[in-house]
């Protein structure tokens, strides 16, 4: 293995993934659920991501918040390559990338003096201890008071259990030759070898079992730089505060709002326990042993200042929210760690009705009378629950939405014409919402066919199947590939009938057509 890497891996692509958590407008509403508050400018305000990958992430965030600007790093050279290249694609001024490691990031050319947030998806769990105190000390010196960070780690004691495992996966793997797909491939079927001759940590660790399992249906690249780097660290709660207490950063809640429900992950007894624990930071560590936590998303800030009642109030009336999951196909169950919440019809379905019609603060909510009829408590404990279950987002202020439509559209152009050749890009920028929306790739090709001028269902269904017949791509119904061009066709109209039917209206209310 190079030097250079540190036992990073190299060889293999990481995915091309959007991490809602990483969108603004969510992380200021999670802040505001905690009662904290966010002042991010209106204009001019500075975003970083530490170890940004192919840099997906950014370029969306970029396109959908035009009047922010983006920085971030990754000390391989192909991911910030392949970054640049869909910034200028997209004609993304305000995305820059640098190709550097941690400990030299603070001397890059052109970086701004600091930022109102910094943000790290899984990067502190996948590199070493050096390199830690190397992003502490950048977090320490670049984020302006006030400024948030949001931290993604992998976290005990959920996953205690798979550390040996992982161990025997990265042990055989180092021992193989060959490409790494090939190593890790091998790997899973050595340890499934050893489950199988009734190893014994297996029958005393079953949630190993469960990992191993569910890692054999999971893509061998993010296998790769999820599991197969040198450095793999699970942490304890309480120490990764600790850490970032040294940059002065004090802890706000999760950046997901399901996990800021104790009802929905806690039993009456567990609740009671914690109740009884005054300390903000140990209660959090106690929690996660209630509900063995595996993965961490938290928010922290640099001076915390706390909402009164009526700037929080005057925060939640101003705020816009949209439905991102089209009304009819809203589950009637919102599901939690413990126990699942049926929608309240006179409550949750309030607000999903005086969403359907488009994107509206709560202040305009309340002029509906089903939502006046609601206190406060409960609208924005039903908004916090149905953005933390992914039915509905926070949005942007209606002011600028135009020039973030212009910026989204070519963004989203940019995106959509890569679908042609793959299947890597699942998510488009909402100029309503500032984040990233999923439409897979027969619906990005739809949007292509429909801006092209084919205005039918059957026509996207024909110039979709004229994209992935050259390319031998067969669509796979019931368990069953497809083998005639009548099949496939079918099977395209009835998703093409399907995304008019369902889809493209959200897509236009979104900002999402192209």
């Not at 996948?126 to 948030?148: M, N, Q, T, Y």
């Not at 914690?274 to 938290?298: S, Y």
């Not at 039903?382 to 963004?411: I, K, M, N, S, T």
């Not at 790739?441 to 269904?461: C, D, I, K, S, Y």
Request: with cysteine; proline share 5%.
């Amino acid at each position: 293995m190079n030097s250079w890497t540190h036992g990073y891996v190299h060889e293999v692509d990481y995915t091309h993934g959007f991490y809602r958590e990483l969108t603004p407008a969510v992380m200021a509403l999670a802040a505001l659920r905690r009662g904290k508050r966010v002042d991010l400018p209106d204009e001019g305000a500075t975003y970083c991501e530490l170890g940004c990958g192919h840099g997906f992430s950014v370029n969306l965030l970029a396109a959908a918040n035009p009047h922010m600007d983006f920085h971030a790093n990754d000390f391989l050279p192909a991911h910030v390559a392949g970054a640049r290249r869909l910034a200028r694609d997209a004609s993304l001024p305000n995305a820059h990338f640098y190709e550097h490691g941690f400990a030299d990031f603070a001397a890059a050319p052109g970086l701004p003096a600091s930022f109102d947030i910094i943000a790290l998806h899984g990067v502190y769990s996948w590199v070493s201890e050096e390199s830690r105190r190397h992003v502490i000390d950048f977090i320490a010196a670049r984020l302006k008071p006030g400024g948030l960070v949001y931290v993604s780690y992998n976290a005990l004691p959920g996953l205690a259990a798979v550390l040996p495992l992982r161990r025997l996966l990265v042990d055989h793997a180092g021992r193989g030759a060959g490409p790494m797909l090939g190593r890790i491939e091998e790997a899973l079927g050595f340890a499934t070898s050893a489950q199988e001759a009734d190893a014994i940590y297996f029958r005393h660790s079953p949630d190993a079992g469960a990992r191993l399992k569910q890692m054999k249906t999971m893509s061998a690249n993010y296998l790769a730089h999820e599991y197969f780097n040198l450095d793999w660290e699970p942490f304890y709660f309480e120490d990764v505060a600790s850490a970032l207490e040294a940059a002065k950063l004090s802890f706000v809640g999760s950046a997901n709002l399901i996990e800021q429900a104790d009802e929905l992950a806690l039993t009456d007894a567990q609740r009671a326990l914690l109740a009884g624990e005054t300390d903000p930071l140990r209660r959090e560590g106690l929690r996660d042993f209630m509900v063995n936590e595996q993965f961490r998303k938290d928010l922290f800030v640099k001076g915390p200042m706390d909402h009164t009642f009526r700037s929080g109030v005057g925060v939640w009336l101003n705020t816009r929210f949209a439905l991102v999951t089209a009304r009819a196909h809203v589950p009637a169950m919102i599901k939690g760690r413990r126990r699942n919440l049926e929608l309240d019809p006179q409550v949750h379905g309030a607000i999903l009705d005086a969403l359907q019609a488009g994107p509206v603060t709560v202040r305009q909510m309340l002029g509906v009378p089903a939502v006046a009829a609601l206190n406060f408590d409960q609208i924005t404990n039903a908004l916090g629950l149905l953005v933390g279950a992914g039915q509905v987002q926070p949005c942007l202020p209606e002011a600028g939405e135009a020039e973030r439509a212009e910026r989204c559209r070519a963004f989203n152009l940019a995106v959509c014409t890569r679908s042609e050749e793959t299947e890597d890009f699942q998510f488009l920028a909402s100029p309503v919402t500032g984040g990233g929306v999923v439409l897979n790739r027969f619906e990005q090709l739809f949007l292509v066919a429909l801006r092209e001028g084919h205005e039918t269902p059957a026509q996207w269904a024909t110039f979709v199947w004229q994209v992935l017949a050259p390319q031998g791509h067969k669509l796979v119904k019931d368990g069953r590939m497809l083998e005639t061009a009548e099949e496939n066709l079918a099977e395209l109209l009835s998703g093409a009938e399907l995304f008019a039917r369902e889809r493209l209206p959200l897509c236009r209310t979104l900002g999402l057509t192209l």
